[in-house]
């Protein structure tokens, strides 16, 4: 699979996530990738660690070494970014 | 359009004026003409040389500990003071910049070595006679500030460990550490990765944030003129400028604090009147405090969240515990919550439990005690205990709230808005946010010398028990 179709993947199961811990009244789908999701009110900061957790069990990141940076799991894009970086 | 609906939109506009377009176009237009004198770059340098100039002030103000030696000169001590603290940003900002060359344990546990180093100087200054050597006192007087700059230098290492601050500048960092905007022990706008991702790039983006900043200030001005109304009317302080103007009417109702001690006494829905007064008074006045900070931190043209947003319309625990004092909450969330959540990993429930009580039982009790430098400083244990034994149950409250909170929460996720029900819902749960806090506020709220036992009585008196 080439690189934009891996990335389009990921991206379509993340939405799917993001489905299941927004809060009510928020158009997911009209997101740009690069907004930030907690500023967009789509998820409070705290759920961050649902995203953190989805991360660990979905693509075995290890976020023991490199620490929990909110700012990367703030965006749709940045969350993808995590992954090809840290899942290869 | 009728008056009313006319009116309610030239309301709008007034307040959102820092977004109307041709305003922001304006304002725009007139920093571009500045061109390079207010770069991003340029105005970080600006503010870094401000704050180090700041810094000198500050430590000359800085009051001296009982038991020092008077005839040792303030001056001298400031100016030996002075490296200390530079010495200390220096270490800092290498150590970020180098940090894939740092030893493996202090990569491992940054944070931990750079509160070890907090620590052993006042283990320095606990081990060593008082009120002789100069040295000791310009020792004291940096350890007297470094509750400041520690969590300043936290960010400051969180970058390096990201990686962030490979290739930055010392001017990218020394603006944030001694801020000009102000700011307590908690860092308003946290450190360089967050102001760097929310520094206006563009003289669009620095209108819109300068804008929003003015915006900002005007609110801390009404809050402010609300804390004033509200210390006359509702508590009816003497000293109050008001008094005048209201022909001596007030409410007259007591303070927490003066209740909990036996100052003062007051039948039982009076005394739940001055639970909720004091936890809008508390709100009114942390909002206006960090508005200006936030304000003054936008007109230097980042883009950063507000300290306090909407608290008292909050319909959970978590949530307000989000809205009312931000940065505090993102310092403990940071420095607190994430690494014990990433390092436990057990059940989903545990996990967030035992970062729950990390951050706001353990991590919440930690600063407040690191903030009290001078009886650390002293070395004066018993007073600690004697100001934060309470505390203690209030961390635990809070902690045990939001755990709760939170839980509850992550089940409600996904749910329609429908299915969170009506105005009066909202408002059933808005009154229950009030009340847990305004409960568990009795064990927090400063008040001298009043002991646990006497606090715990008041709570249960409140519910008609004791």
């Not at chain 1, 009244?25 to 907004?35: C, H, V, Y």
């Given at each position: 699979m080439s690189e934009d179709g891996a990335r389009a993947r990921r991206a379509a199961d993340l939405l799917r996530f993001l489905r299941t811990i927004q809060k009510p009244?928020?158009?997911?789908?009209?997101?740009?990738?690069?907004?930030n999701l907690v500023a967009a009110g789509l998820v409070d900061s705290l759920a961050v660690l649902q995203i953190a957790m989805y991360l660990e069990d979905t693509y075995g990141i290890n976020f023991v070494v490199r620490g929990i940076d909110p700012g990367e799991l703030m965006s749709v894009a940045g969350i993808l970014d995590l992954i090809e970086r840290e899942a290869g | 359009m009728t008056a009313l609906p006319a009116l309610r939109e030239a309301l709008r506009r007034m307040r959102n004026f820092h977004e109307d377009e041709s305003l922001v176009a304006r304002w725009a237009a007139c920093l571009a003409r500045l061109g390079p004198w207010i770069s991003a770059g340029r105005r970080r340098l600006l503010l870094s040389l401000a704050s180090l100039g700041l810094l000198v002030v500050s430590l000359a103000g800085t009051h001296t500990l009982p038991g020092?030696?008077?005839?040792?000169?303030p001056a001298m001590r400031t100016t030996l003071a002075i490296p200390f603290a530079l010495a200390l940003f220096a270490l800092c900002y290498l150590a970020a910049l180098r940090f894939d060359r740092l030893p493996a344990v202090v990569r491992r546990r940054p944070q931990v070595t750079l509160h070890l180093l907090f620590w052993v100087v006042l283990a320095v200054l606990w081990a060593t006679p008082t009120a002789e050597s100069l040295w000791r006192q310009a020792i004291a007087q940096f350890a007297l500030v470094l509750p400041f700059v520690l969590w300043r230098c936290g960010y400051l290492l969180k970058s390096g460990q990201r990686g962030?601050?490979?290739?930055?500048?010392?001017s990218d960092h020394a603006f944030y550490l001694w801020p000009v905007w102000g700011g307590s022990e908690t860092p308003y706008g946290k450190g360089f990765d967050y102001l760097v991702r929310s520094e206006a790039q563009s003289a669009e983006a620095f209108a819109r944030a300068q804008l929003a900043g003015l915006k900002l200030l005007g609110l801390a001005v009404v809050w402010k003129a609300a804390v004033a109304l509200m210390r006359y009317l509702v508590w009816g302080d003497p000293d109050s400028p008001l008094a005048g103007p209201f022909d001596g009417y007030t409410l007259g109702i007591p303070r927490v604090a003066t209740l909990i001690s036996g100052a003062s006494a007051a039948p039982l829905p009076v005394a739940w009147l001055s639970v909720y007064c004091d936890l809008v008074w508390n709100t009114l006045k942390l909002a206006a405090v960090g508005h200006v900070y936030i304000g003054v931190l936008r007109l230097c043209g980042f883009a950063v969240f507000r300290n306090t947003y909407k608290p008292l319309l909050s319909e959970s625990i978590v949530e307000f515990w989000n809205r009312y004092y931000y940065y505090f909450k993102e310092l403990m969330v940071e420095f607190f919550f994430f690494p014990t959540f990433a390092r436990c990993r057990v059940r989903p429930w545990l996990r967030t439990f035992l970062a729950i009580f990390a951050a706001a039982f353990a991590g919440n009790l930690y600063y407040h005690v690191i903030a009290e430098q001078p009886r650390l400083v002293a070395g004066d244990f018993a007073g600690l205990w004697g100001t934060y034994h309470p505390r203690v149950f209030y961390c635990f409250l809070l902690a045990a709230g939001i755990f709760v909170s939170m839980q509850r929460e992550q089940k409600r996720r996904g749910q329609s808005a429908a299915a969170r029900g009506g105005m009066a819902r909202r408002v059933v749960r808005i009154a229950g946010v009030w009340t847990f806090y305004g409960i568990i506020h009795i064990w927090g709220v400063a008040g001298g010398a009043s002991t646990f036992g006497q606090r715990t009585r008041f709570a249960l008196s409140l519910v008609g028990l004791g």
């Open positions: 009244g928020f158009p997911i789908d009209e997101l740009d990738e690069g907004a | 020092e030696n008077p005839a040792s000169s962030r601050a490979k290739g930055s500048a010392w």
